[in-house]
C-alpha cells in the first residue's frame, strides 16, 4: 500500500471568525492538495482547545466583526499563542483575513476605542476609523515568483493598519484602500505568516497564492514540488475582476 502524505489545515474559531465567504478558503487549500494526491484534513480549533496544531501545516483564521473578535482574543492570547508561535517558527504557514490579520498584531482598537491585545506575531497595529473601506480590491503583489502577480478580492473594515519595521506589505493596491488607505499598501508579509484584508473568497479567485501556501508549508518535508493543475476557471474568474474593473492584467 503506496504512503500517503498527510495535509492538514488548522481553522482557527470556524464557528466565530468566518464571514464574507471565508470558509471558500479552507476548501480550496483542502481540495488543490486533495488532487495533487494528499490526504487533506481539516483541524476546527475552537475556543478552548489546542490540540493537532502541532500537525498543522498551514493555519486560516478568518475575519469577523468587533463583536466576534472581543469573543475570541483572550483564548488567542492564553491558549492558541504557545503553540501558533512553535508552529510558524517549525515552517507551517498562516493566512489571516481581515479581522483575524488585525488578532495576529500587536492590538485591535475598536472605533470606541477598546483594545483588544493580538499575539504580535505580525509586527502591526490596527486602529478603527469612522469610515467603513468597502469594495473591490486588485493588489500588486510582493510575493516573488507568484504568476500573475495580482491577487484580486473584497474588502469591508473599518480598522486601519500600519507596518512596523518587521513586517512588509503584501503588495500595494492598484485598486481599493488596503491597509490603511493612506500608504497604498495591502496585507503583510511576516516568515510564514501572510496577513491580508482581502475577503471574497480570496484563494478560490486566486489560486496561485493557495498553491504558494501549500508549497511554503511542505518545504520542510521535501514536498514542495506540486503537480500542476487546470486553473483556467479560477484564473478567467481573476482576469474577469480585473477586466470588470478595468485593469490591466499582466501574464496571465
Ligand atoms: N472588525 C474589524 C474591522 O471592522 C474586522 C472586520 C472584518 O473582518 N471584515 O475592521
Known sequence: MPHIERFIVGWLYPDLMNIYGDRGNITTLVKRAQWRGFDARVVELGRGTAEGMEDVDVFFFGGGQDREQALVYEDLVEVKRPKLERAVVSGAMVLAICGGYQLLGHFYQTATGERYPGIGLLDVTTEAGRKRFIG?????????????????????????????????????????????????????????????????????????????????????????????????????????????????????
Open 136 to 252: 473591490d480590491v486588485i493588489v500588486d503583489c510582493a510575493i516573488d515568483g507568484l504568476k500573475p502577480s495580482t491577487l484580486v478580492g473584497f474588502e469591508n473594515h473599518s480598522g486601519r493598519t500600519f507596518l512596523g519595521p518587521a513586517a512588509t506589505p503584501l503588495g500595494n493596491v492598484r485598486l481599493g484602500n488596503g491597509n490603511n488607505g493612506a500608504d497604498g499598501t495591502e496585507g503583510c508579509l511576516q516568515s510564514g505568516v501572510i496577513g491580508t484584508y482581502l475577503h471574497g473568497s480570496l484563494l478560490p479567485k486566486n489560486p496561485h497564492l493557495a498553491d504558494h501556501l501549500i508549497r511554503r508549508a511542505l518545504a520542510r518535508r521535501d514536498l514542495s514540488e506540486l503537480t500542476p493543475l487546470d486553473d483556467s476557471a479560477e484564473l478567467a474568474a481573476h482576469a474577469r475582476i480585473l477586466q470588470r474593473l478595468k485593469a490591466p492584467s499582466n501574464q496571465l
